[in-house]
């Protein structure tokens, strides 16, 4: 099983095990994970990136990675898949000869 | 090699090919998630949830896990293990026989 | 008529003529809210905060004031009651005496 | 002097005292602002609009608010000019023949 079978099983035994999956449409969990992202960008408020709880971080980037699995499972996207098609498509977007070294928008660019 | 670090190789490649690093520190990859987070919930905004356009659904949550993961690469945090251990902590904080079929928080169980 | 009513009755004028207080449920009107919040964070996205483009701060915050005019609204609050009493309240969360020149959370002062 | 003035006012003298503009730069603001969308959020998160509680919302809404406000002040726009001008560009961007009675964004109408 990979990686990411092995985490997304752990998920939906979690939520299984508590009967939470009637709530977890997908309009709550996008907006969970904008909650969560929230969350993490408070850790870095008022602060130098440096200055941020490096163990804060890594229970908030959990939480927004653990809604955003549950949200793919849920329309059974496959993970790696979509996240390979969009690094493509980022590509097209941003032929390297244009977009190197600078962080214009594609549209900018 | 790992479905996460073929995910995490083909990312930094993108990223150093494009010589996007630079750009990249912590707090910026926070505000980065927290933007696509907004992206992905406008894709749901006025709608009920099978409204939405999972093709767009698709492209807006590809983008919250690559940041996520380009910030946990940062960190040199292994996306399983922070995951795996954020859902042991929220075992704990939510119990199955207090938190099972109620949406409640933690904090009002 | 007090400037924030006469912006008041501007937005509901313009919601009303498109027939628009069908979609403004108060969990939507936060979402539109949250969304915004993410254009805005766009803005300064990889840069400093001098580069941001003034003009595009400008749009997207007058965005964020206006929904959340129209959220207030909905649920019949004065937004000069709100914020006024949330101040009184923030200063019993951050006196001064240990608040004054640190950007720390009330729950670690 | 004029509602928004004397809100104003008060959040000025707040953050003078507690001697905090100097971490009120245009970016953080921002942040700040997003953050407390996503608490916003939180308080409609896997419930119906109606089972959000109401003095939750009003909290997060004047926190909104209050860094809004805050941040229009840092440059020096005037809260109602900009609001406005935005209503006007937005009847530009939905013209009430093509956008009555429909949530489609104007790139779509």
């Given at each position: ?7 997304l099983q752990?998920?939906?035994?979690f939520?299984?095990?508590?009967d939470?999956e009637?709530f977890?449409n997908?309009?709550?969990?996008a907006i969970a ?7 993490l ?5 008022w602060?130098?990136a440096?200055e941020?709880k490096?163990?804060k971080v890594?229970e908030e980037?959990?939480d927004?990675?653990?809604?955003s699995?549950?949200?793919a499972e849920k ?8 996240m ?16 190197k070294?600078?962080?214009k928008?594609?549209n900018?660019l």
């Amino acid at each position: 099983m990979s990686d990411i079978d092995i985490i997304l099983q752990e998920l939906i035994k979690f939520r299984n095990d508590r009967d939470w999956e009637q709530f977890h449409n997908p309009k709550d969990l996008a907006i969970a994970i904008s909650a969560e992202a929230g969350e993490l960008l408070e850790v870095f408020l008022w602060k130098q990136a440096e200055e941020a709880k490096v163990e804060k971080v890594k229970e908030e980037l959990a939480d927004i990675l653990a809604f955003s699995f549950l949200l793919a499972e849920k329309y059974g996207f496959s993970i790696k898949d979509i996240m390979l098609e969009k690094i493509n498509k980022n590509g097209e977007k941003y032929p390297v000869n244009k977009a190197k070294g600078t962080a214009k928008k594609y549209n900018e660019l």
